[in-house]
């Protein structure tokens, strides 16, 4: 019995240290998303203009997957669009379509604002 009582408790305490979490070092906002502002004075960066860029996973019974969604591609779209050297202010909308648990599709729309560096 005491031995059950142990194996009980050891399984519990596993159980809170897997949910335990120390949190991150963000700013969030009203509904609690994760906004990170580096400061960055006006001067040093020039605003080329916007890309969006859409991306799509399919996946067989969550086993056989194929496409990607990338920063790279986001960033490869800013280059060849404005010559950009770098993307910021990235948001991410995700659309996503299931039939039976068997096919799901995922398209990720990224629209980032693209710049160049003084």
């Known amino acids: 019995m005491k031995s059950l009582k142990n194996l009980v408790l050891i399984v519990v305490s596993l159980f809170f ?7 991150d070092f963000s700013i969030q906002d009203k509904i609690g998303n994760a906004v990170y502002k580096i400061p960055m004075k006006e001067k040093e960066i020039e605003i080329l203009g916007t890309v969006q860029v859409d991306m799509t996973q399919t996946s ?3 086993i056989f997957s194929n ?3 990338t ?9 060849k669009k404005f010559n ?3 993307i ?3 948001r991410m909308d995700i659309i996503s ?4 648990l068997v096919y799901n599709k995922i ?3 990224v629209t980032a604002q693209a710049i160049k560096y003084k």
């Open 84 to 86: 950009a050297d770098d």
């Open 60 to 62: 067989i019974l969550f």
């Open 97 to 100: 379509s299931t039939f039976l």
């Open 88 to 90: 910021v202010n990235m």
């Open 67 to 69: 496409g990607e969604s």
């Open 71 to 79: 920063y790279a591609k986001v960033l490869e779209e800013a280059k």
């Open 17 to 23: 240290i897997g949910c335990a979490s120390i949190g």
């Open 107 to 109: 398209t990720y729309r």
